[in-house]
């Protein structure tokens, strides 16, 4: 087991540079314990703050990181797409999935876009769900900004079968006929939310980018026993949920988005400092800090894939 260092022991200094996360709220957020952490192992000199950032201050916040020299931040709620036009540079995933979680700051001042949930989601998967994506029936509940980047990371991967269930019908078929114009030899079916239980009995993979799951609403919804006893139940939600703990009683596989949360920091880290973060030790302190919020009644839970919270 690696060893779990305090992230904050070294001294800062003037040579000191900074990282950080913005977004509104953000004093739930688990990113500076994860990089601090990552940081402080690799003996870098590096800090990684949270700056509450409201949407309406955005692109004067952004101009005041680049100002003040620092190396690159991480978006959450409500920045993720509204970072999109004021980049100089986006790559192919943050340009297709029209959201940026990531940002590097070049030496010479431009901004680069990265979006790394789809790189954090598919990662996550494949440490517990190792089948070939291209021969499964895929169910995704959802149609925002999570939702994007899953499909993507899906797509990217070989998936050919996904229903797309959403409770606004509309906005189902608009993310279905985006998808299918960039994976044209992909079936993608936007399905009412009413017709969900309908498509469980093929499927291997049932993924939740809702906040559904958090709520109880689709333990509630959701037929479980109609699905496969091989399949994989997904909640992007972190750590567990009404959803999995359903499933898990059923004896089906479960999944939360902590490994999404952690890996899509981890593709972050290296895209700022070239070096790898130590996956496992990070993973061992987050799970202690959620730990100790969920025994705290003044902590929030919060979840910042969704942006959603919930107060005990």
């Known amino acids: 087991?690696?060893?779990i260092s305090d992230p904050f022991k070294d001294t800062i200094d003037g040579h000191t540079r900074l990282l950080?996360?913005?977004?509104?709220?953000?004093?739930?957020?688990?990113?500076?314990?994860?990089?601090?952490?990552?940081?402080?192992?690799?003996?870098?000199?590096?800090r990684y703050l949270p700056f509450h950032l409201a949407q309406k201050e955005l692109e004067v916040g952004v101009q005041g990181l680049r100002a003040l020299g620092v190396m690159g931040f991480n978006a959450t709620i409500p920045h993720k797409e509204a970072l999109v036009p004021l980049m100089d540079e986006l790559d192919p995933m943050a340009r297709m999935i029209g959201a940026v979680n990531t940002v590097t700051i070049l030496p010479d001042g431009r901004l680069k876009g990265f979006n790394t949930d789809a790189y954090g989601f598919m990662t996550a998967l494949r440490e517990r769900f190792d089948n070939p994506l291209d021969s499964l029936e895929i169910v995704v509940l959802g149609?925002?900004?999570?939702?994007?980047?899953?499909?993507?990371?899906?797509?990217?991967?070989?998936?050919?079968?996904?229903?797309?269930?959403?409770?606004?019908?509309?906005?189902?078929?608009a993310l279905a006929e985006q998808f299918?114009?960039?994976?044209?030899?992909?079936?993608?079916?936007?399905?009412?939310?009413?017709?969900v239980n309908s498509f469980l009995h093929g499927c291997q993979l049932l993924i939740n980018t809702t906040s559904l799951g958090l709520e109880g609403t689709a333990s509630h919804t959701l037929e479980l026993a109609r699905l496969p006893e091989t399949a994989l139940v997904y909640d992007i939600v972190y750590p567990m949920t009404p959803l999995l703990m359903a499933a898990k009683v059923r004896g089906l596989m479960v999944e939360n988005g902590l490994g999404?949360?952690?890996?899509?920091?981890?593709?972050?880290?290296?895209?700022?400092?070239?070096?790898?973060?130590?996956v496992e030790a990070v993973r061992i302190y987050v799970q202690k800090i959620i730990h100790d919020r969920e025994e705290s009644p003044q902590e929030p839970l919060a979840n910042e894939l969704l942006g959603v919270q919930k107060m005990r």
Request: aromatic fraction near 6%; include cysteine.
């Open 1 to 3: 087991m690696a060893r």
């Open 180 to 195: 299918t114009t960039d994976y044209p030899n992909a079936l993608i079916s936007p399905q009412e939310w009413s017709a």
């Open 143 to 173: 149609a925002g900004g999570a939702t994007r980047a899953v499909l993507a990371g899906l797509l990217e991967a070989g998936a050919k079968r996904i229903v797309l269930v959403n409770r606004t019908y509309a906005r189902a078929v």
């Open 20 to 46: 950080g996360v913005i977004g509104d709220p953000i004093h739930h957020s688990l990113s500076p314990v994860m990089h601090n952490l990552a940081c402080a192992q690799l003996g870098l000199n590096i």
């Open 260 to 278: 999404m949360l952690i890996h899509q920091g981890a593709k972050a880290f290296e895209i700022w400092t070239g070096q790898k973060m130590d």
